[in-house]
């Protein structure tokens, strides 16, 4: 008698955890994938803050979203490093042109790993229409997150030859 009850016993506890396991990892798989969503929500955030913070020239949300190990590769392949070094010329000249400017963007790929580091692609055009600029380029921007905040580390900006 005792041997049918643990048998009984032992496959109802075996048929619960059957049950309860692929509901538990369900539950796991959505939770994963909430997050995942929330993390590209701030990544995407995060590139539109740095590229609307430029056409806005707004200093102060400029240097917020720049990480203070920032390097970037300009079009002509100079390499500038450090955080003073990649704000302090946009802030103070590029900022302050005399003339009106814009930069319209499209995003055209991300790739975002482990909501710590995530890069983006985008199709850029730098216009000054008084000045006769009209120049098309792939900038590439490869972010990362510390502290629950996403900034760029890495610019790199090439010229799209017609």
């Known amino acids: 008698m005792r041997k049918r009850y643990y048998a009984a016993l032992a496959g109802v506890v075996v048929a619960a955890a059957g049950i309860a396991v692929p509901a538990a990892a369900a539950a796991s798989d959505q939770r994963a994938e909430t997050e995942r969503q929330a993390c590209q929500r701030a990544f995407d955030r995060a590139v539109w803050e740095d590229m609307d913070s430029f056409n806005k020239r707004d200093a102060a949300r400029y240097r917020a979203i720049i990480h203070k190990n920032m390097v970037t590769i300009g079009r002509k392949g100079q390499t500038i490093i450090g955080y003073d070094a990649n704000v302090d010329p946009v802030i103070d000249v590029q900022f302050k042109l005399p003339y009106e400017w814009s930069m ?3 995003v055209t790929h991300t790739v ?7 890069f983006a692609i985008l199709d850029a055009y730098y216009k000054a229409p008084s000045q006769n600029i009209d120049r ?9 997150r510390e502290h629950g905040k996403w900034q760029v ?6 010229d799209v030859l017609p």
Do not use: A
């Open 104 to 106: 319209p963007w499209t």
């Open 112 to 118: 975002v790993e482990d909501c710590k580091m995530g």
């Open 136 to 144: 098309h380029y792939t900038i590439s921007l490869t972010l990362v």
């Open 153 to 158: 580390i890495k610019d790199t900006v090439t």
